[in-house]
């Protein structure tokens, strides 16, 4: 079941669910038979033209999978289209109040990852920022597909439902610095303001770099703060999701109520 380039992969019954939530249009199931009745029952009531369904023993499954596979149900599904980032950012500017007056939403936290190249690192930071309440995620103009395979399996599919643009270069910084937003580069700097002594803005967008190197000069010159995590322990460093993870938690989860 090979994907071509209009369609995606979904490994899994919680994907396909996810998938369907998210207004996805499914082209082709293979699944086992003890999975048949739940598929057949959660396509049931939908219109359009139905999927092609293939009942299939677990060893054939997981050939087509190309690895030993336990879950059931593969999926192709139609790729959604990608978000431009004039339209991503268009959600975050002024609309009109039903007084009739100017009225945004103030706060709102974006993560930015220009310079990601390791898909499993990526469906962590998308799983994370859907998790912390961040508003989008914003990629570099390469990296890895927020849809392919690894990064759907690894996010739980977090990146169907969190908003995601690519960011064409360091001045992509500037479309969200003219809607009120502030930018921190997260950095291995002592010189940096530590990250538990920092007020955050109403607007933030929290930059981070790739695994290896870390944030790269240009992409640090475009944004006004610079942040860092201290360590102890004799660690000089964390893997770049991990650290997403916390940055978003202390700058935007931690300072706002959880739903109830």
Known sequence: MNAAADLITLEGAF???????????????????AREDWIRGLLGGRGGMPPE????????????????????????????????????????????????????????????????????NLGSIFRSAAALGCDALLLGPGGPDPLSRRVLRVSMGASLDLPWARLGGPSGLAV????????????????????????RPPRLVIVLGDEASGLSSGWMEACEDRLTLPMQGGTDSLNVAVAAALFAFVLNLSAKPIPK
């Open 176 to 199: 969200f610095e003219n809607l009120g937003f502030r930018s921190a580069a997260c950095v291995l700097d002592p010189e940096a303001r530590d990250l538990r002594g920092y007020s």
């Open 53 to 120: 369904i293939e009942v299939l023993p677990e060893r054939e499954l997981a050939a087509i999978a190309g690895y030993p596979f336990h879950r059931g149900v593969l999926a192709l599904a139609r790729r959604p289209a990608e978000t431009p980032l004039a339209e991503l950012a268009g959600r975050f500017s002024c609309v009109a109040a039903k007084d009739g007056a100017a009225e945004a939403r103030t706060r709102a936290t974006l993560l930015a990852v220009p310079e990601l190249r390791d898909p499993e």
């Open 15 to 33: 994907l396909v669910e996810r998938a369907l939530r998210a207004g996805l249009e499914l082209t082709r199931v293979a699944c086992v038979g």
